[in-house]
Structures are given as C-alpha cells and as structure tokens.
C-alpha cells in the first residue's frame, strides 16, 4: 500500500477523464490537456500543478525561471515542500529560492 503524503507533490496520482469532469463540476477547475508535439515548449506559471503523461520513450529537458513578480508564490511552495517528511523525495529545494533572495 503507498503511503499519501501530500496529493500533488507525492506525483503517484493521475488524473483521468472522470477526476477532470469531477472538477469541473464541483470545484470550477478546468483543467487543461493537450499534446505536446516535437519542437514544442510549455510554460507553466509559478504555483500550477501540473502532471506529464509520456505517450512515447522521452527525455526531458526543464528550465525553471523565476520572474520578479512570482518570487513570494516560489517561496510559498518551498515552505510546503519544507514540511513534508524528511525522507520525501520533494523535500529538496529545487527551485532555491532563498539562495536567489541572497544573491539577486
């Protein structure tokens, strides 16, 4: 049985057509889907979860950009990494925000 930690940062749910309707419906989210083709790139603001369903083998290549006006949504999100478990695989701060604070 997999232990739930936290439903977006654990990244062991996916969501089906069903959940999608199910937002829609109850919560007024609507979430997006598409087809990323070759050549293509997705920008995904600041605080967006997001889930990647890979169709074919892939590799992928991410940039993470902070802009001046998200800078409080990115260190929002590292205190709700910061919380979780210290053994969780997210726990880290990949975006290390504070270390940007420090040196912009």
């Not at 598409?34 to 605080?47: C, M, S, T, Y």
């Not at 260190?75 to 997210?90: C, D, G, I, Q, S």
Request: charged share 25%; aromatic share 8%.
């Amino acid at each position: 049985m997999v232990q739930v930690i936290h439903p977006i940062h654990d990244q062991i749910f996916y969501l089906t057509l069903e959940h999608k309707a199910k937002l829609k419906q109850e919560y007024g989210i609507e979430p997006w889907t598409f087809l990323q083709k070759l050549g293509e790139a997705v920008l995904i603001p600041a605080g967006c979860p997001d889930q990647v369903r890979n169709l074919k083998s892939c590799i992928k290549v991410a940039l993470d950009f902070v802009s001046p006006e998200n800078v409080g949504e990115c260190a929002r999100l590292t205190e709700e990494f910061r919380v979780l478990p210290p053994n969780h695989w997210a726990k880290e701060d990949k975006l290390e925000v504070f270390l940007l604070l420090i040196l912009g």
